[in-house]
């Protein structure tokens, strides 16, 4: 009963909610640039690297709903896409002691990455969009977001160790 409800409402405003999806990311994004500005200005520590992809994994219930399940290849296309995507992340993530402690180091490039991977991800979303359904494009486009995250925290935690490891050194 819901899930024909929420068909009937997803099929009649489908053009409609690709242009929320893609506001709602933009201010997203826009939060998120705003959130790291805000969080470099303290200490890091392996929890704030860890708990956003943990808080992010609550969305794969999504997939408990049929109309938002993908094929294992689409699957495959998002984690190729989420990896690439993750390098330019990766590469401008970078942290520095301060009185034994360590901090993310805001970059500048960080601004423009996320920006042009969300237009990346727009355009992309709107080309394949006309070949598969909403709920097709949004699954695999959660699974790009995850992916992408997941793999940059984790390279994240990697460079957090090897300063919290040189701190112990001291």
């Known amino acids: 009963m819901l899930e024909t409800i929420l068909m009937e409402f997803i099929t009649k405003y489908e053009p409609l909610l690709i242009i929320i999806s893609s506001i709602v990311a933009l201010c997203m994004a826009t939060f998120m640039i705003y959130l790291r500005v805000k969080v470099s200005e303290s200490p890091t520590n392996r929890r704030r690297i860890l708990l956003p992809p943990l808080f992010m994994s609550s969305g794969a219930l999504m997939f408990v709903f049929p109309y938002f399940r993908i094929s294992f290849m689409e699957v495959m296309e998002a984690l190729v896409l989420g990896l690439f995507f993750s390098v330019f992340l990766i590469r401008s993530t970078t942290f520095t002691l301060k009185n034994n402690d360590i901090y993310l180091i ?3 490039a960080f601004i423009f990455i996320l920006f042009g991977l969300l ?52």
């Open 106 to 108: 805001p970059s500048r």
């Open 119 to 170: 237009f990346i991800r727009i355009i992309i979303k709107l080309l394949i969009g006309s070949s598969i359904s909403f709920g097709e494009t949004s699954g695999m486009f959660y699974l790009l977001g995850f992916f992408m995250i997941v793999s940059w925290r984790i390279a994240m935690l990697v460079k957090y160790n090897k300063l919290a490891k040189k701190i112990r050194l001291q």
